[in-house]
């Protein structure tokens, strides 16, 4: 029986490299997302539907 390397640890970094990209690519489009809403606050902050 030959002996097999245990990769386990290269999984587990690999998945931790999976979640962290994920991460940065959902903080990247939630950004995006309220763009137009923090410029229309900046224009007008006393409008009373902003507070």
């Known amino acids: ?3 097999e390397k245990d990769n386990f640890w ?3 970094g ?3 490299v999976a979640v962290a990209l994920v991460l940065v ?3 990247g489009s939630e ?3 309220y763009a137009t809403s923090a410029k229309a606050i ?3 902050s006393t ?3 902003y507070r």
Do not use: F, P, Q, T
């Open 25 to 27: 690519m959902v903080k």
């Open 31 to 33: 950004h995006e997302k």
């Open 47 to 49: 409008n009373a539907s």
């Open 42 to 44: 900046a224009e007008d």
């Open 1 to 3: 029986m030959e002996n």
């Open 14 to 16: 690999g998945v931790i």
């Open 10 to 12: 290269l999984y587990i």
